[in-house]
């Protein structure tokens, strides 16, 4: 039957978003981990940054986890935009009757919109500190390595362009914030987990999450920013 396979391979890709998705969050706790380091911006604390950032582009376990990472962003963008596009096509709009604020929140009617915005920050961010720690030109520190705060420091420090990449960051911030809000308790439901007890704090958990982790990562490139002396 062409529906149900149709179906069935719509259900095998909210799957596949939930299991990446998750991927994704656990990620960006430790990338936060790792970047609030350049809260401290002291010769000590960006030759520690640059210490970290050398052993996460070194590490062989590392390695392999990042080589994951890369894949699961493609797919989980692939397969959000397929998404999208078929809820889109779904939508009874022409209805009078169909009143989408009342059975669903903002956020979980524009995921494919908020992923858009997402995705190209990725690419922008990427291109900015990824491809410079690993082919672009990039100067020593005191130590001898790959003086990647100095990166930064000059990406957010840089005139108009340092106060521009930084107002883009906060705003992918934002668009993080509002794809979490609804993905990460959509995720669990996805999956099956669906608990009287265990689902309102998953619900809980992820509104906290979804506020707290993109605060934290916005929070640096205005300090950066800030700090310019
Ligand atoms: C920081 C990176 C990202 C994280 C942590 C993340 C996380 C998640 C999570 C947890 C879900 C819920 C999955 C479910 O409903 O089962 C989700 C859904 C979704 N994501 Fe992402 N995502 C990220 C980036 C992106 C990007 C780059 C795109 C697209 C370009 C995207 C598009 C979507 C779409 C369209 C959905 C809804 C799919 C549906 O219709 O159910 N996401 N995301």
Redesign the pocket.
Known sequence: MANSGLLGSSIAK?YW??LT??F??SF?IVHLLGNLQLLDLSAEGQEQFNIYAKFMTSFPLIKITSYFLYAS?VF??VD??Y??IQ?RKARPERYASYKPNRNSIWASRN??L???I??AF?ILHMSQFWYTMHWGEIGMDANGNKDLAAVVIKTYQDGTAGLIMALLYVIAMAA?AF??YH??Q??F??LGINHNRYTPLIKKVGAAFSIIVPLAYAIIPVFVLMAKN
């Open positions: 909210k978003m939930s998705g998750l994704l969050i960006l962003i989980h963008a959000g935009i998404l999208a809820n995921m494919g908020l992923g858009t997402i995705l990725i993080v794809h979490l993905g990460f959509s995720a439901q996805t």
